[in-house]
């Protein structure tokens, strides 16, 4: 298990927990794919670039988060040779991909206005 | 010096013995893992450092197997699957051959003159020596495929002699014993010994049908308790002993349902079209509505085999459906006895039970052997999504 390294000393170095990691997955991987088609490689290392690498995934485990939402007829895959020559899977989102995406946007901004409203040392209606 | 292809091949290959990934799963990790390590090649990290650390990262192989078996249900199935057929199809190809040998046992018994006694004791012998003898053959032949249970079955011979074998033992069985040749052959020797000889088989096959169902949940009971000891990965004796015990409380159902029809047709009071409408329906829908359920239980939202195992649930379905099963040996007759319908509707009833059992002795072999040979293949099936 390979924690993130302590770059910025005022920020806790702690990996997000599993649960957390989980639920963000989908959100995560639909937002990466809206602003383009992408492979699994390049998806992870997009995610710890804006997690600052805080969110920790094991690797393999996006491909079956990818093949569910597939399934699920939220995205769509395909082969196509990447600039070395070898063969990559690359995803693209469909159209209800997009509006799932929205669904959870719009989930994910209500837990956090919660949060805010909730976290000690503010108080309700003065956010 | 660092072999990275000889590492990466060896990778590959112990993931792909997990039974839980197609080979589109394969090629799209092996391509991550190639993407990582061009990415450590860039920061100057190779050999086997580098492939140590690209491929902890993907996860290791049990977990990433986990993972996949949940969005490739019906893969991870193939080996209890393999089991369960297996089991079903042994019963399915195994009953005639008893019923047969039951037969074969009394005609040597009148040739020899042998008395009623002598009968009934070869005949109860026989009863319930044959699926001892056999469990005693099987188990341990099955025990030591637990590592590789398919080779064998991959032969083509293999395959082609099990389903033919037993589509002609079960079509033998209808003429022989439904349609009565076989008693018209023995009918030669004293009728009123033949019928004793007859009650002996029944009884005897009655005992069995109470036995078995409680004898097949207590092996199961059994297997299942040992592979969760053993914390084995795949349970090969538990499914057979599921499917054996599928196979075997189905006969007794088919049987109850079948007079259960006459018996809804008696008080209906059907003629002889409709009844023989409804026997058809009876005796392909039942088989047809159980490969239906179990299939989509399977592609659609089914635990992974490991998780079942250990659910206690499969536990109290078996004891639940055996109880049903035992019931229906003591339901069938009264049932039975109790319809009433004319002869000319009767005489419907039965020719489209042995028409439509002839119709299913042909083609569930077909259909178990098919489904047994499907999964067994998706092993090796390279599903690309081009």
């Known amino acids: ?127 | 010096m660092f072999d990275q292809k000889a590492a990466v091949e060896r990778w590959r290959a112990r993931l792909a013995e997990t039974g839980s990934l197609f080979e589109a799963d394969l090629d799209e990790l092996e391509s991550h893992l190639h993407d990582h390590l061009e990415s450590l090649e860039e920061v100057g990290i190779t050999g086997g450092d580098a492939f140590q650390t690209a491929t902890r990262r993907l996860g290791d192989t049990r977990s990433l197997a986990d993972e996949f078996a949940k969005v490739n249900p019906l893969l991870a199935w193939r080996a209890a699957l393999f089991w369960i057929t297996a089991g079903v199809l042994l019963v399915f190809g195994l009953r005639p051959v008893q019923e047969l040998s039951e037969h074969a046992v009394i005609a040597s018994c009148m040739a020899l003159r042998l008395g009623k006694t002598a009968v009934s004791i070869a005949v109860w012998a026989l009863a319930f020596a044959s699926p001892l003898v056999f469990f005693a053959v099987l188990f341990p032949l099955a025990r030591r495929r637990i590592e590789s249970p398919l080779p064998w079955a991959r032969s083509p011979v293999f395959r082609v002699g099990l389903l033919v074998g037993c589509a002609l033992l079960m079509l033998a069985s209808h003429l022989l014993l439904d349609w009565g040749f076989l008693y018209a052959f023995e009918k030669r020797w004293s009728v009123p010994a033949l019928l004793a000889a007859y009650d002996a088989v029944g009884n005897a096959s009655y005992a069995l049908a109470v036995a078995a169902p409680i004898f097949l949940v207590v092996v199961a009971v059994r297997q299942r308790a040992l592979a969760m000891k053993n914390r084995a990965a795949a349970a090969p004796l538990f499914w057979l002993a599921v499917g054996i015990f599928v196979g075997a409380v189905r006969c007794e159902l088919h049987l109850f349902v079948r007079e259960a029809a006459m018996a809804c047709a008696s008080v209906a009071k059907l003629g002889p079209a409709q009844m023989n409408a409804l026997m058809w329906i009876v005796t392909l829908g039942c088989p047809l509505v159980l490969f239906a359920s179990t299939y989509g239980y399977l592609r659609h939202g089914a635990p992974g085999p490991s998780r079942v195992l250990r659910a206690p649930f499969v536990l109290v379905v078996m004891a639940a459906s055996g109880a049903m099963a035992i019931a229906a040996v003591f339901l069938t007759n009264p049932i039975a006895s109790s319809a009433r319908i004319p002869s000319a509707v009767a005489l419907a009833a039965w020719n489209a039970w042995f028409l439509a059992g002839i119709v299913t002795s042909c083609a569930l072999p077909v259909i178990v052997g098919g489904l047994m040979l499907r999964t067994l293949r998706a092993g090796t099936l390279a599903l690309r999504v081009d």
């Not at chain 1, 469909?94 to 949060?115: I, S, T």
Request: aromatic fraction near 8%; proline fraction near 6%; hydrophobic fraction near 40%.
């Open chain 1, 1 to 127: 298990m390979s924690r993130a390294k302590n770059d910025a000393p005022e920020e806790n170095p702690r990996p997000i927990p599993k649960g957390l990691v989980a639920a963000s997955a989908t959100p995560l991987v639909l937002s990466i794919l809206a602003r383009g088609d992408s492979y699994g490689y390049a998806i992870i290392q997009r995610v710890r670039e804006l997690s600052a690498g805080r969110l920790e995934w094991t690797d393999g485990m996006l491909y079956p988060i990818l093949h569910r939402l597939e399934e699920q007829g939220l995205i769509r895959s395909f082969w196509q040779e990447s600039e070395t020559g070898r063969k990559r899977k690359y995803y693209r989102i469909l159209d209800d991909g997009r509006r799932a995406l929205d669904e959870q946007r719009a989930e994910w901004n209500a837990v956090h206005a919660a949060l805010s409203l909730a976290w000690p040392g503010r108080r309700a209606g003065n956010v």
